[in-house]
Every structure is written in C-alpha cells, then in structure tokens.
C-alpha cells in the first residue's frame, strides 16, 4: 500500500538533496524508485492562492504516493529536514521516522564546521524523541578531501559511535569507525596534535575513577557563544555516555562567569540532559524546554523569500544564484561558469575584528538571474511589519554588487527590491517593494516589480 511522503524542513529545499532524501528512505524499505528530472511545485488553491504546500514531481516508487514539502520552524537547535511516511499532513510536534541534518561543507573548508558545530542538533532532538533515525548529509559542492584531518576523523567517529548515518561522503570503514570504550575514546583524543601557544586546547581528561574533565573555551563577545566549541563539547559528552560513562563530566577552561548560564542557552540546555557540569559555576535549578520540538512555520519572512525562489525555477527559466534565507544555511555565490563561490562576510576583516562594524558585507537574502532578460534581482526579505528596515536595507548592497555580482555577471542590469510575508494588504505603496505573500496565500506585485515576479503570477493564473 503506497503512502504519502512528508518532508517537513527550515531550510529551501534543494532538488538534489531532496533525491538523495526520497532514495534513501526507499532503499532502506526495500522499494524500488526511478527519478526523472526533479521539480518542486508550489501548490495553488482554486482562487490562485499559494497552499503553503510544495509537491515534488519527477519521481515515481513502488511505495510512495505523492511526496510533499512543508515550511516548519523548530527550537534552537534544529535538525534541517523530518521525514513522515503517512497520508494524512502530520500533526504538528509529532515524532518523525527520520531527522536528517544537512552541510555543504567538506573537511577542506572548516574542520569544524562540517562535524563539529552540527553535532549539537542530534543530542538536543534527543529530549523529545527516542525512536527517530538520525542522519548527516553531505552535499558537497566542492571536492571531498582526499585525507581527512585529525579532527574530521575524530568528529566522524563521534557521530558514528552516536549511531548517526553519514551519507554523501566517501568514509573508509577502516579508520571512520565507531569507539569502543572510553578508555580509547580518551587515548585517541590525547594523541591529537595540540592547540597552537596561546589557545585554550580541547583536552580530555579522566582525572579520577568517578570523574573526567573536558576543556574548551565557551566565551565569546562576552556570551556563551563559541558555536563550534558548543558542538565539539556537547559531542564530546554525549559520547562519553553513549560509550557507558555514567559519573562526572565537567567543562574546564571555559572562561564563562556565572551571569553567562542562563537556562535559555542552547548549551546549558544540552549540558543538563547529557549532566555536564561547568567548572567553578552553577547550573541553573530549573531548565524549561518547549512543549514541541517542532511547528509549522507561519509567521517568518522566509515563508515569502523560500517561495520567490522555488516559484522562479519552476515557473520561468530564470534561476537562484545565490541564497541566504532567514534561518538557513548561507549558500555560495554561483558564478556565470557554474562554479560556487563562497561570499565573505567582511571588506576588511582585521579592521572589523578591530571594531570598524562598517567593515562588512550586506548581502541580500536571495539573488536571481532573470537569463530570459539578462537581469540580476536582489531581494531583501522581509515580514510585512519591517517593510520600513527592508527598503532601508537596499542601500546596503553596493559593495556587494561592485566586487562580486557585476565582474561575473558584467552585462546584466541588476534592480534591487523587497519581498514581505504577512498581513492580508492587497495593495502595495512603496515601489521598492516587488512582492508581498500574503497570510491567505495571495500574491501582491508592486508597480514596480521585477518583470520576473509578473511573469510567475501569470503563470500561476494560467493554470
């Protein structure tokens, strides 16, 4: 009996990540699939209104029915995409079969960032489910390493030990294992190469039969806030009671002071489930977690960039160039060759660091090439009620434009403007804004809008 697919996720989906989704959970029930070209497709009621729905066409199995695609957000540490295999729309909150967590980033371009800073998403969804099959996938858009780092290596034997699946990375099962004590979980981690003078090294430690320490810096811009220390050390704990450690764990070196624990801290949140101590403070009394791991999303400005952009490359031949919807992963520039390249986030990073804040690069939260008439469109996202700081946010682009966008894309024209999610207005004043969706699904164009945004509303009342 076929069944409908559900993939609920923060982040835009992309088709190629959604093929390697719908294969896996075929082959793992031992179905048979064939995929054509993959096509996501808003989905529209009878008065032309946008359902909030997307449909994924392009695929046939002998298990699955139809495949759906719904916008949801999460709490603060959040696994990109649920997977449900039902034909009814899942109740919000409801346990998924699969959590599954994306990166594109290989251990070439951050040691920490493709293992590390990730890992904390897996622990956390653990508070609520006990039975969901955890998974990290790798969409690389650049070349795997050939020989990984120490820390890579480490990373992955941790997320292995866990019981996460790696998917998109070619691992040799001699060296990318699982740990099988403690006792070599430490060893290993000991027989890394140290941290630079200077550094606060990562060090564990069994100091006695009833205790181990962690060290690692946590204090950043005076918060608890070092990201990729927050996943090495929530990965490093939950291994160490995955491995049957059942005594004493306790951060060293962390450099926080006790007004930096606070129960809201995705940290300090991880630390009371896994019973982390921090050394010299006090964990709060009482931690409160929310009631759901997840909800439909309904509120954020996303809602409004995510379908500019999946509306563009199912309707028309224009196409994304680049993507940094709010709350999700920071894609790369795609150059005019097909190459990706990554965007920096400062014109001058030493006088940033420094403390000149002008130093920085505004980047839009979506750019499209319209290749039917040679234009480039960056938007700024925006909820309806901050359309004011959107239209202000315009101005900010030109470094952007001058150093990136025009060399690669030199004979295009290039028009600035904003999309909004919410309210239910259906006129738009102010002309720097392109387009606004509704809460009701309605699709407002501004008198000014990109001749791009036009042709998806005809496209849509065509059908």
Not at 2 to 15: F, G, N, Q, S
Not at 219 to 227: F, Q
Not at 398 to 413: A, G, H, S
Not at 438 to 444: L, Y
Request: aromatic fraction near 10%; proline fraction near 4%.
């Amino acid at each position: 009996m076929k069944k409908d697919l559900w993939i609920l996720t923060e982040e835009r989906p992309k088709p190629e990540v959604v093929k390697t989704i719908i294969e896996l959970f075929v082959n793992d029930r031992n179905g048979t699939i064939s995929v054509s070209e993959i096509m996501i497709a808003p989905l529209f009621d009878a008065d032309h209104k946008f359902t909030f729905c997307y449909e994924v066409r392009g695929v046939n199995s002998s298990i699955i029915s139809k495949i759906f695609i719904k916008t949801v957000s999460g709490s603060s540490s959040f696994c990109d995409f649920l997977l449900f295999y039902q034909d009814e729309e899942p109740s919000e909150g409801a346990e998924p079969l699969y959590a599954i967590e994306e990166t594109k980033t290989d251990d070439s371009e951050s040691r920490n960032t493709g293992v590390y800073q990730r890992a904390s998403k897996f622990i956390y969804i653990g508070k609520y489910f006990s039975n969901v099959q955890k998974v990290m996938l790798y969409n690389l858009q650049v070349k795997q390493k050939e020989i990984p780092t120490a820390t890579y290596l480490f990373g992955t034997r941790m997320l292995l030990t866990l019981g996460i699946r790696i998917i998109g990375k070619n691992l040799d099962e001699t060296i990318f294992k699982p740990f099988s004590s403690v006792e070599e979980f430490v060893a290993v981690k000991s027989n890394m190469r140290k941290a630079p003078n200077g550094n606060i090294p990562i060090e564990i430690t069994k100091v006695s039969d009833t205790k181990i320490t962690i060290s690692g810096r946590l204090i950043k811009s005076n918060s608890l806030g070092h990201d990729p220390n927050i996943g090495a050390l929530s990965l490093m704990s939950a291994t160490l009671r995955k491995l049957g450690w059942v005594k004493d764990i306790e951060i060293t070196r962390h450099g926080l002071s006790q007004c930096h624990v606070k129960p809201t801290n995705k940290f300090i949140k991880i630390a009371s489930l896994l019973n982390v101590s921090l050394e010299g403070l006090s964990m709060p009394s009482r931690i409160t977690f929310k009631e759901t791991y997840w909800r439909y999303e309904k509120t954020g400005e996303k809602l409004g960039t995510i379908f500019v952009h999946l509306a563009t490359e199912f309707f028309t031949n224009g196409i994304a160039i680049f993507e940094n919807h709010a709350g999700s992963e920071k894609g790369y520039l795609i150059k005019r060759d097909g190459t990706p390249l990554p965007l920096p986030k400062y014109t001058d990073r030493v006088a940033y660091k420094n403390g000149d804040h002008s130093q920085i690069y505004f980047i839009p939260d979506l750019i499209l090439y319209d290749r039917d008439r040679n234009e480039i469109i960056n938007i700024e996202g925006k909820t309806y009620a901050n359309k004011g700081k959107g239209i202000d946010e315009l101005s900010n682009y030109t470094p952007i434009e001058n150093d990136f966008i025009k060399p690669e894309y030199k004979d295009c024209r290039i028009k600035r403007t904003v999309v909004l999610y919410g309210s239910n207005e259906t006129n738009i004043a102010e002309k720097e804004i392109g387009l606004l969706l509704t809460e009701a699904g309605k699709i407002v164009l501004g008198r000014d809008a990109p001749s791009l945004f036009n042709e998806i509303k005809n496209e849509i009342y065509k059908r």
